[in-house]
DNA sequence: TAACTTCTGTAACAGTAGTTGCATAAGCGC
DNA sequence: GCGCTTATGCAACTACTGTTACAGAAGTTA
């Protein structure tokens, strides 16, 4: 369909429309878009029409079906909530007084409460102890930035734990480094938005060799998601021209926290043999 | 049905859910509640289910039927957007038993906001504009954790503006690194707790040189606070065997997001180019 | 490894939602 | 006021959606 938006049509429309159609503009309009969202008979109650009255005020619109409109409906929701990024650099009705820094870092504090609603403390629980357990090789890999949070998370599961590997970014070389990978290994992947496709191909190779794969995103999932057995999902959106990964920092520091406290008794040895280099 | 929204329902019974159950709940959470109120079959399709195991998900969070279960999803949006000062008002968390995810991105929040009261907006706005102004080269650096931030930093903002470096860790090569260095160029140095030596002989040796130098660290000050023109104190402090940096990523990302803003009538074209390539 | 349990997808089923033809009512011009 | 046009609701129809039984896969335990 065109670009308009389903207000936008019934605006212009709105003197073509026939007496039952302007009850279910009205209607619509009044419980925006939800009502569109019911099925046709609850609409036409909430109208004052009849169900036949509000599918051919859908067909006035210019949509073939109650679905297809609906469907429009959703898509225009997901929009909204979504796609600012385009715009460009400031989001629309921000006031650009002095306080950038405050404003920032109130939404950031947003999006780390938005994460734990959507992160089940269970799944948490078990990623970390997977790893504490220790067994098996854990490998680590990132995209273009979230690279420097595997980096980041590995420098410090060095310190807890033994196994650790990290792929670097060369293709040329991600051949040798899948070679011993074993059954029963582990491996922790970050992957977000521009969703690098060398992170899905390395999961689904991994996944194929039996490794469990631990997957942390964005809030929309990469694609890496359907060969992941854990999948922690972060709230990144902003409505800038960069999303924000500092959730996805504050989940690994959180893993960091919870593995260092569960294999207290290995990991305070370790770094202390680390201190004494 | 029982007052709790959809969210909240998978948020308890997560534990019991099957592991296709869990599939749907991550694509459900992902687009909240959007999905929900697609079809089953696209449901499905989006959550990498069967149709069946949609409806065997939506009949375990307690509804008699997919559309019960739609209704449910459509009278909590329409609650929500009748008061939407309800959901961006504070950074809520849970409670502090048992839940440690829950308790430890609730203070990570807390260092976020603790780390705000600490950091003038004009000293933040006086660093974004002498990054946006992308007059001379910036040198950045950072100690053995906190090297990674600066590797983030430099990658997002070698797509806005020219001139950036990185000192990389040998300190055989530093020397040569700081051959060309001029003044009037910037550094941004990161240095938290157990401070590296290394970055305060840096730090030295720049100042010398007339180089204006941007410090990020905790709220002990690093002893390079000597040398720096501007310092962003981030709070770090966990009580715990490590110390957390999230509130330092957070004024980094605030940072991009700044710079960005200011610079956008060279950064989107430099952006573009990117994406070109 | 084998037996058992639990989960999952397929495919057939049933019900309901959306659609449409038709008769009637309302509006409009003559 | 009469006849024509257009709009509306009812009710039958169709198609698709949600549901469920079943068989096989996956995972678990002994």
Known sequence: MDGKSVAGRIHDLNDQ????????????????????????????????????????????????????????????????SKSPLQRGAAPEGEPSDGAFLARYLHQAQTRLADTLRHIPESEFEAVAMRLASGKGACYMMGGRFTDFLAGYFEAHMRVIRPG???????PATRADQLLDVRAGDMAILFDVRRYDPAVADVAAVLARHRVDIVLITDEWLSPAARHARYVLPCHTQTGRAWDANGALFGVVEALIARVTEQSWSTASKRMRAVEDL
Chains 1, 2 share one sequence.
């Open 17 to 80: 429309l026939t007496a039952s159609g302007r009850k279910a503009a009205r209607g619509l309009l009044g419980n925006y878009p939800l009502l569109g969202l019911a099925p046709v008979a609850e609409f036409a109650e909430a109208a004052g029409v009849s169900a036949a009255s509000i599918v051919r005020f859908v067909a006035q619109l210019g949509f073939r079906s109650y679905p297809e409109f609906q469907r429009a409906l959703r898509d225009e929701l997901e929009q909204r």
């Open 164 to 170: 650790l590997r990290r792929f670097d970014g060369r």
